[in-house]
């Protein structure tokens, strides 16, 4: 089966700098991968995806980065506000497989 | 265009006692997804479903069941209800099972045992 581990629990970054969350994955048959926030009370908020034949894909403010070689997973979030402060999750998903199996989150607070 | 809407927002039961829980996906998804959010313990998969059919269940007791109706909205019925079935209970839709697609989220049934 498929773990995911998460490498910080909890991140602080200062306003404006950029951010960087890890994640690590156990399956190399594995192919699909998600990113989602989630703020308190609220449920995940999909923030972009990547598929195994890619290794970097950029969204607003936001880039994903796969190796696979390491099986890691980094969301980078430029210019970090405060809005950004919540829980990030990362989620994978094997070839032919509809089921995520998510990491337990970091938790990024910004600091004005 | 209207998000996945779960109900009720906040429910407090008993031990021993059954719940039912709804979600109603984005216009045009087939498949829905549950999953249980305790604290503490990230998103765990309890049961997938797509077309009216169960497809996947994860490594949950029988008394966690549901079902997918035509309009493939779909329910969660949690049946002799203990205090550590107490959790967020997140519903999550996708465009089918034809391939890898993104799923998303409603903001959940916060389920509350005493």
């Known amino acids: 089966g498929e773990s995911v581990g998460l490498h910080l629990p909890t991140l602080s970054v200062q306003e404006g700098d950029n951010s960087i969350i890890n994640c690590a994955y156990s399956?190399?048959?594995?192919?699909?991968f998600i990113w989602y926030k989630q703020e308190s009370g609220k449920g995940p908020q999909f923030i972009i995806d990547?598929?195994?034949?890619?290794d970097k894909r950029q969204g607003q403010r936001v880039t994903v980065l796969l190796n696979k070689t390491v099986k890691h997973l980094s969301l980078q979030i430029a210019a970090t506000q405060p809005g950004d402060s919540a829980v990030y999750f990362c989620a994978v998903a094997g070839a032919g497989s509809y089921q995520l199996t998510f990491g337990k989150g970091t938790k990024l607070s910004v600091i004005p | 265009e209207a998000g996945v809407t779960q109900s009720p927002t906040h429910l407090i039961k008993t031990r021993g006692q059954q719940v039912t829980l709804r979600c109603s996906p984005i216009s045009g998804h087939t498949s829905v997804y549950w999953y249980q959010q305790a604290l503490g313990l990230g998103l765990q998969f309890l049961l997938w479903y797509d077309e009216g059919e169960e497809r996947n269940r994860g490594n949950f007791p029988p008394r966690f069941s549901g079902r997918q109706f035509p309009n493939y909205s779909s329910e969660l019925n949690v049946n002799a209800l203990e205090l550590e079935d107490s959790a967020l209970y997140l519903c999550?839709?996708?465009?089918?099972?034809?391939?890898?697609?993104?799923?998303?989220f409603g903001d959940g049934t916060r389920l509350s045992i005493l």
């Open positions: 399956n190399s048959a594995s192919d699909y």
């Open positions: 999550a839709s996708s465009l089918g099972s034809n391939s890898n697609q993104p799923q998303h």
């Open positions: 990547i598929r195994s034949n890619m």
